[in-house]
């Protein structure tokens, strides 16, 4: 990275004798020590020995601990042991010795350039591992050391936009996009994050700008293709903005949906918001299709009832009956459920339990899903557990909605011998990394195949 230089280390201006820099020599003042400590710990540092370098650094420290000399020289001590640490993947340590060195309060250029630098390399390795927050939080301590250095409010942009805080991220790519007007980066980045803002025409503009800055970007020609087939069909919706979502519809088709869509949403939020302890700040962006717009554009099947793909996309034939509208709330409520657990887990959820979550949310248990199960079960026809994942990927296979019945019972029964709230402890510990095996012991001290054994039990 093109702002690290070399931090210069300085001696204090006084007399030592060799054989000093071994053995402490009697001192006159309180300074002369403070001298010898620093010129020693320098050489320490100069020999590669951090640790007593630090320990050196830290007693001129506490004997001066306004001497700018000393604490720049110990802020570069401890620039250089998280610099090895940093070598080592050892991130947590090293963290803390920047942390140290930023404490300090010194303003060197060079220096807050290589701390601003570590801190970058150690979130590049937490964005590795899927800790977004993690490196957003580094990230945002280099950029506030270095508010000038659009690569790191580029990267700080990226890891916001991985941790779905979309607002915060469009901020940092706008603020490059200004200061490098032909950054191709940011400026797709902008475009992406318009649109899944839902505005649709600043999406394009950038997204087009992009890709004359990068013509032979392959991600961003598609994303402009997509948004590009998309503005045709949604260019004259109307847009409704609530407090949460933003709801893009055909008003002239019927003006009634944008209210009763914001409704039904609103009943989702709580619903949700109540059982899995999750209230997003950012708004969601929904779009409401006819049927005939949602098969077209999405190139979906039939019987899909609605998909989340960054947005709530669903498709309304009308609203005048009851059961239209039941439709649309259950269909806003699972698409809205799909969102909290991508939220939640930043899509790392296995498909049965994201299902699961999204049927037990925005269904009820009828006895004709119980006499399904049941009839299912009696005739050895139930998914094991491990394949129920690859039972709802195949939407065209005669048994899919049995496995959204299963998917369902599964999380119900879950929710109801374990607690509801552990749905949430589960999804927190595949936000951290663990399969689902182990998030289910993590949280309710059971693997797969005894849960499954459990909820076949429970059938009876």
Not at 312 to 332: F, S
Request: net charge negative; hydrophobic share 40%; charged share 30%.
């Amino acid at each position: 990275m093109d702002m690290i230089k070399r931090v210069v280390l300085i001696t204090a201006s006084i007399p030592v004798m060799a054989a000093s820099l071994v053995s402490p020599p009697c001192f006159a003042t309180d300074e002369d020590r403070v001298g010898w400590l620093n010129n020693r710990g320098v050489a320490l540092l100069k020999e590669g020995n951090v640790e007593e370098a630090i320990e050196k650094l830290e007693a001129a420290r506490r004997m001066a601990p306004g001497n700018r000399t000393v604490l720049k020289n110990l802020a570069s001590a401890y620039l250089s042991q998280a610099e090895r640490l940093a070598a080592k993947s050892e991130v947590a340590t090293a963290v803390r010795y920047l942390d140290e060195a930023v404490s300090l309060g010194e303003r060197d250029e060079t220096l807050s350039n290589n701390i601003a630098a570590t801190y970058n390399e150690l979130a590049g390795k937490l964005i590795k591992e899927g800790k977004y927050a993690e490196a957003t939080s580094l990230l945002q301590t280099a950029v506030g050391l270095k508010p000038e250095n659009m690569v790191l409010r580029s990267n700080l942009g990226m890891a916001l936009y991985r941790d779905n805080r979309r607002a915060e991220a469009l901020d940092e790519f706008r603020a490059v996009a200004v200061a490098e007007p032909k950054n191709a980066l940011a400026r797709k980045m902008c475009g992406m994050l318009y649109y899944w803002k839902g505005q649709m025409g600043d999406a394009l503009s950038e997204l087009k700008a992009a890709s004359e800055l990068a013509p032979t970007d392959k991600e961003t020609l598609e994303v402009l293709k997509k948004v590009e087939s998309e503005y045709i069909v949604e260019k004259d919706f109307d847009v409704d903005s609530h407090v949460n979502f933003t709801v893009s519809f055909d008003g002239d088709s019927d003006y009634r949906i944008g209210r009763e869509v914001i409704d039904a949403l609103q009943a989702a939020w709580s619903r949700v918001g109540s059982d899995l302890n999750f209230y997003p700040s950012e708004k969601i962006a929904v779009v409401i299709y006819t049927n005939r717009q949602f098969r077209d554009l999405l190139d979906k099947p039939k019987n899909v009832g609605g998909l989340y793909d960054g947005k709530i996309r669903v498709p309304v034939g009308g609203i005048d009956t009851e059961r239209d509208r039941e439709r649309l709330l259950k269909a806003l409520a699972h698409e809205y459920a799909h969102g909290a657990v991508h939220f939640l887990t930043h899509n790392r959820c296995p498909l049965w339990f994201n299902e699961g979550i999204a049927e037990y949310m925005s269904e009820t248990w009828t006895p004709d899903k119980q006499a399904h199960l049941l009839q299912a079960r009696d005739s050895g026809r139930l998914f094991p557990l491990e394949s129920l994942s690859a039972a709802l990927r195949d939407s065209s296979s005669p048994r899919i909605r049995l496995a959204y019945i299963q998917a369902m019972s599964v999380v119900q029964f879950i929710a109801s011998r374990y607690g509801v709230y552990n749905l949430r402890r589960i999804l927190d510990r595949i936000d951290e990394g663990d399969d689902i095996e182990e998030a289910l012991r993590r949280s309710i001290n059971i693997g797969m195949k005894q849960l499954e054994e459990e909820w076949r039990k429970s059938l009876e």
